[in-house]
């Protein structure tokens, strides 16, 4: 009998594809690159998220559940550079920044990251198939020029953001902007829908005074990259898509809703932070009493900080507009006695129809209550995709980045949001200036959740995209394909020897 033969490289199959996922530190940016890592290797590919020691803990659940699930998922953990100029000890995160100055600094020890990283891939028995990393992470650029590694950016905000703001820099917007008064509107060239913008609202990552270096390098790298990954579907921004890749010149892979990843309780209470079970069960348990689309709620994502003045309004919007409400706020917001004192007296005021939450609450599993019917957001790209997913109307209060033009898609566009009435950005803690006040939260909140025909036919759309989103994650929907194309086509690329 002749012997067996030994399998060759030709009759073995190739290894799984390797995805090397470099998120910003920023929670709005890691939480989509963490649900990106799961829909990967749930697939069968490889994910490795790279991230700082603050962060990596942050992401022990993650970890932890991929591998009872046995997913080829890991967290990477790289130093945090030390005696960086300008930035306190132990801040690894955006969410940890307590005085605007800090930001930069933590942008510039960023760029740090760049040698561990380049020694952690070529330490891999094989070079990885792809490197995705976030927009605002330019500096992997170089490291993955260097090792010859495919890579593809990932853009945090819509597609119709993306587009304005590519669209702005390829025709000279942001040079115009920049010289005009406060009150000159001006109209995004070369999108497929009249958009109009001021000084204060034009599209722009990092474009502040200070961070030109660092915005000429994502720029650069963006240009230089093999291709984007969106969080957002075809039947959501299909007209913005199509144009976002011709303006770029390169593939964009629409993967999203990314959220929808997180199908059982336990992967929404765990994404983005430790939640308390005993807290979760108690807004659960009040939530179960109340009516199907009856409870607005309240939430400004993991950046924005409301000073007292604005925190005042907001709750006695609440109050006023007679609607049962659940509004999270963070512990720093109330860390003034007399703050705390002014939330208690309110609570005792609207108890058994509102619920105040301080700290945290996992958002997903908020907008997935039947009883929840309305959101008023902040309007980031993550909470409004979170919400559209979940078929829930929003109310849009925008603060600063990307926010002004995708309150612009949600309300303008796809015609499921209200606008409270900001006009112009704020910074992280400095709201105390914002011209919004209790009657625009009455009226914004009375207009999403009073019913009649326009609040009904916002209601519909909300929940005919809400089914679409499922659809394209589903096998054979558009988002599920993309994937597959993604994978396969980075079956062949990786290998190489480290």
Known sequence: MAPAEEPTAATLAPPPPHFVIVPLVAQGHTIPMVDLARLLAERGARASLVTTPVNSARLRGVADQAARAKLALEVVELPFPAGVDGLPPGIENVDQVTDNNHFIPLFNALQRLAGPLEAYLRGLAARPSCIVADWCNGWTAGVARSLGIPRLFFHGPSCFYSLCDLNSVDHGLHEQTAAASDQEKFV????????E????????????????????????????????VVNTFLDLEDQFVACYEAALGKPVWTLGPFCLANKDAEAMASRGNKTDAVQQSAVTA????????????????????????????????LEDSGKPFLWVV???????????????????????????????????????????????????????????AHGVPVVTWPHFADQFLNERLVVDVLGVGVAI???????????????????????????????GAEADERRRKAKEYGEKAHRAMEKGGSSYENLTQLIESFRQRGGKEG
């Open 188 to 195: 995004v060239p070369g999108m497929p829908v009249h958009v």
């Open 197 to 228: 913008v001021t000084k204060a609202t034009a599209p722009g990552f990092l474009n502040s005074p200070g961070w030109e270096a660092l915005w000429v390098e994502c720029v650069e790298a963006m240009r230089t990259a093999d291709g984007a």
């Open 286 to 317: 009040w939530l179960d009493t109340k009516d199907t689309d009856s409870v607005v709620y309240v939430s400004f994502g993991s950046l924005v900080r409301k000073l007292p003045k604005l925190l005042f309004e907001v709750g006695h919007g």
């Open 330 to 388: 963070k512990e720093p917001e109330v860390a003034a006695p007399e703050v705390r004192e002014w939330l208690e007296a309110l609570e005792a005021r609207t108890a058994g129809r509102g619920l105040v939450v301080r700290g945290w609450v996992p958002q997903l599993a908020m907008l997935s209550h039947r009883a929840v019917g309305g959101f008023v957001t902040h309007c980031g790209w993550n909470s409004l995709l979170e919400s559209i």
């Open 421 to 451: 009435g900001a006009t112009a950005p704020v910074m992280i803690f400095d709201d105390e200036n914002m011209p919004v006040g209790r009657e625009d939260v009455v009226r914004a909140v009375a207009a999403l959740m009073d019913g």
